[in-house]
Structure formats: structure tokens, C-alpha cells
């Protein structure tokens, strides 16, 4: 659902008194979403301006939506060219549903034009000449060429014009009521699409996982159905050890008596011409041993795989009925499980934006671990990125990256965080390979950077010691989720 133009023509006479007020703040929450804070004669007010599909709007918010995981790349534009810049005016198109909003900074005019079309939607920032600088996503008209270098074209005249629907009542008391009252309206449809986009995040990772396990139990399945095999193997092994005087060295086969239940039957046995007598004998024990050893292996890894399977399914069950809050717990119940969805991936960096000086990952808990590139970037991880409290880790005695792991104010890490920190500083260090390694860790505002040191030269005090035996596989799983490192905490 989307405002239609008659409603934005009423929010943008509600919302005159803003022009004239100064940027103060630049906020890019989606794609197609961004919030300017802004401070002038009506006072601090926040506005909010979406073209995210079927939740296009514009009004004055209350309320900031949340930070995405990582910044948009158009972010950093608005924050350049429009911080400090004066709104000028807030123009609608009449009977469509596209707003200008002007801002001068320095003599420099830029526009920032909100295209608030339903699923077409977008966001397009303008010089003075009314040329395309950026846009907030992809052109997704078919018509028009909206790229940078371009100049802007607005829509086509839209055709008859639809029932309108029926204008929210505005708050009584507010200091913008109708602002208010769409605010209001969108927040359930927010927290509607949230819910649905968390469950289906959720659901995809779990289903994959249960369906793995019922494939795994099928597999299981049929190594069992080997086990009845394995006393007809020792039959002939026992039968071979009874008659063992009479065996040929080099023969192909031997017809033998065997005395059952039944009464006497004779039976074929193939035999393999290069072995002895005893050898060939053995040989059919060790076939009957090595299914019956299995056997109990398969037997407990299908226990341990139903036990998984329950697990999953009965969270996959209560995803459907869960809200938010229950969704967040089931998430971490999911990751303990793997069965979880991975981060999001980080948007691509510009250009001319530097790399940053750290590989990123996560642990299994989700926090995050940051890992030195070399001498300088381990110092610029430590002493410019890293926080006091965060947990700091190193390979004794090795040549190797410096290792932070985030850490909440006032919070310790928890053990699985900080032996996935461990072995990230063991992999990244001369000790790469070795069954074993020693890990010193402290907290961050306990290594020093003495005077006149080498690039990644530190002491550090109050240190603890780990004494890792190396986890081929948690360092697998560590190195396949690494991330493209981005502003995330």
C-alpha cells in the first residue's frame, strides 16, 4: 500500500514549516529509504522519505527505523552533498506522486526527487541542472534512461485517476498530525512485511535442514540393511575354518557341507586363487567384522540425525506461529543447530573507497571477529577500530594477524566466540598446520604500542592463555562464512 497523490499533497502542506531548516543528519535504513534529521525554526524534526516498494511514502517520523547490517553506498553521497545544506522547498508534482525536495549549500542547488510509485519507486539526486548525480537503486523504468549523467525525466502523465483511498484521520495533539497518522498506518505495514520476510528467512534454511536429515536417515537406512549380510559372511568364514584340511591353495571356489537346522546342504564358495586356505578365511571374518563394527557406528549416528531432524522440525513448526521476539530466539536455537540463514552479504565498496584493513567473520554465537591483513592493518584493527572492551587475541610466540572479537559494553565473550577467535589467530599465524597452538588473549584497552615499535609490534598485559587443540573443522566452517567487511559491529 502507497500513499496516493492527493495524500502526499496533504503531507507536503502539513510539512512547510521544515523549510528553511538545516541537515543535520543523513540516515540510509533500506535501499530506497533514508530519514534527514533536520533543525531550523519548527525546531528537531526527522523526515522520512521511502519508495521501497508499496511502502512509498513521505512525512515527518516520530519514530527512526533501525540501521541495516551495513551501509548503502548512497548513503555516503547524501551525506556529502546534502549535510549542513538548507532545505529550500518541499515541491509535489501536481496529481502525481513524485516530490522535490531542494536544498542549497554554498551557493550549490541539489534536489533530492522521490518518486513514490508504488513498486517502481525510487530515489534520484539531482545537481542544479536537473542532471542525475546518484540514485538510491537501479532504474527500473523501461521508458526513461534515469542513470547518472542524464538529465531527470519524470514520469508520463498517469491515466485516469483511481478512487482514492480513504486519508488516515490525523492525530489529535500531534505536532504533525497527519504525519502522524500515515506513521502510524505504516508501522503496522512494516512490522507486517518484517514479520513475513523474518519467517520466510527462517523457514528456507530450516526446511533445506530437515530435508538433508531425512536424506541422511535414508542413507543410514540402507547401511543397516547390510548388517543381516554380515552372518551369512560369518557362516562361510566358520564353514571355511571347519574345512580348512581340505582347501586347495589357488582354487577358484570350494563346494563344502554345511550342517543346519534342516540337515546337511552343500554350498559354493568363492574363493580368490592368490590367498591361502587361512587367508582366504580371514578374509571373510574381517568383511563380517567390519559391517558388524559399523553397525553400531550407524547405529548411533541415526539416533543422533533423528534427534537433529526433531530439532529442526519442531522449530520449523514454531516459526509459523512465532512473532518477532520468539523469531530471534529460534534463530539462535537454529544457528547451535546449522540451520540457520547466512548474513546478509555487504554491498559492494565504491571504487575510491579504501579496502578495509581486516578479513571479517563471524562466530558461531553470530559476533563478530575481525582479522588483521598485516603489520600496519593489524595496528590500525587494534588501536583505531577496535573498541576497549573488546576481546583481543594472538598466536604465542608466532609471527601471525591480530585477532579482535567484538564484545558488548560491560559483556565478556562467550566461549564458543573466543575459541573461534582462537583458531582464526592460530590459522592466520606461523602455527598454521600444527595439531596444537598456543592463543593469549586480553582485552583491547590492555595492549599498548610502545614508542618507535614496528607495524604490529604490541605488549599487552593481564593476558589469559588458551591452549587450542586445532578443530580442522571449526576452522572449515569459520573460513566458508567469511564476509565482506563493512562498518557492521
Avoid at 119 to 147: E, K, Y
Wanted: charged share 30%; with cysteine.
Amino acid at each position: 500500500m502507497s500513499l496516493g497523490a492527493d495524500e502526499i499533497a496533504a503531507v507536503v502542506a502539513e510539512l512547510a514549516p521544515l523549510v528553511g531548516s538545516r541537515v543535520d543528519e543523513v540516515r540510509v535504513h533500506a535501499e530506497r529509504a533514508l530519514t534527514l534529521g533536520l533543525f531550523g525554526r519548527a525546531g528537531h524534526a526527522t523526515l522520512l522519505v521511502s519508495a521501497e516498494a508499496d511502502l512509498t511514502r513521505l512525512h515527518a517520523a516520530e519514530r527512526r527505523p533501525p540501521s541495516p547490517p551495513f551501509p548503502f553506498p548512497f548513503q555516503a553521497l547524501l551525506r556529502r552533498e546534502l549535510l549542513g545544506a538548507r532545505l529550500t522547498a518541499v515541491e509535489p508534482v501536481p496529481g502525481d506522486r513524485v516530490v522535490a525536495l531542494r536544498f542549497e549549500l554554498d551557493a550549490e542547488v541539489r534536489s533530492l526527487v522521490a518518486e513514490l510509485t508504488g513498486r517502481h519507486g525510487n530515489l534520484f539526486l539531482l545537481d542544479a541542472g536537473g542532471t542525475i548525480l546518484a540514485s538510491a537503486g537501479r532504474n527500473l523504468s523501461r521508458r526513461r534512461r534515469l542513470v547518472p549523467g542524464e538529465p531527470w525525466v519524470p514520469p508520463a502523465p498517469r491515466g485516469p485517476k483511481e478512487a482514492a483511498p480513504p486519508r488516515p484521520a490525523p492525530s489529535a495533539g500531534a505536532r504533525f498530525p497527519l504525519s502522524a497518522a500515515v506513521e502510524t498506518r505504516y508501522l503496522a505495514l512494516e512490522e507486517e512485511r518484517a514479520l513475513a520476510e523474518a519467517r520466510r528467512r527462517l523457514r528456507e534454511p530450516l526446511r533445506a535442514a530437515a530435508a538433508r536429515g531425512r536424506r541422511a536417515l535414508e542413507k543410514l537406512a540402507g547401511e543397516a540393511a547390510r548388517v543381516p549380510a554380515a552372518e551369512a559372511d560369518r557362516r562361510v568364514a566358520d564353514l571355511l575354518k571347519a574345512n580348512l584340511h581340505v582347501l586347495d591353495r589357488g582354487a577358484r571356489e570350494a563346494r563344502l557341507v554345511e550342517y543346519t537346522v534342516e540337515g546337511p546342504r552343500q554350498v559354493t564358495v568363492a574363493l580368490d586363487p592368490a590367498l591361502s586356505p587361512r587367508e582366504n578365511m580371514e578374509r571373510w571374518y574381517r568383511r563380517y567384522r567390519r559391517i558388524g563394527e559399523s553397525a553400531a557406528r550407524v547405529a548411533a549416528r541415526a539416533e543422533a540425525v533423528r534427534a537433529r531432524l526433531a530439532e529442526i522440525e519442531a522449530l520449523l513448526a514454531g516459526v509459523e506461529a512465532a512473532g518477532l521476539a520468539d523469531l530471534a530466539r529460534i534463530e539462535r536455537e537454529a544457528r547451535r543447530a546449522d540451520a540457520a540463514p547466512r548474513p546478509p552479504p555487504a554491498p559492494r565498496r565504491q571504487r575510491d573507497e579504501p579496502a578495509p584493513p581486516y578479513r571479517a567473520f563471524r562466530s558461531l554465537s553470530g559476533a563478530a571477529i575481525w582479522v588483521g591483513k598485516g603489520a600496519a592493518e593489524n595496528d590500525a584493527v587494534t588501536f583505531r577500530l577496535a573498541k576497549g572492551n573488546d576481546a583481543w587475541l594472538h598466536a604465542r610466540g608466532r609471527a601471525g594477524a591480530h585477532v579482535v572479537l567484538r564484545v558488548d559494553k560491560g559483556k565478556g565473550p562467550d566461549q564458543e566466540s573466543l575459541l573461534d577467535a582462537a583458531h582464526l589467530a592460530a590459522h592466520f599465524s606461523d602455527a598454521r598446520g600444527d595439531p596444537a597452538c598456543e592463543v593469549v588473549w586480553t582485552r583491547v584497552k590492555w595492549v599498548k604500542k610502545p614508542r618507535g615499535a614496528a607495524p604490529g609490534a604490541v605488549t599487552i598485559s593481564q593476558e589469559r592463555a588458551l591452549f587450542l587443540r586445532v578443530e580442522p573443522a571449526r576452522i572449515e566452517r569459520l573460513l566458508a562464512g567469511a564476509e565482506e567487511p563493512g562498518e557492521a559491529t
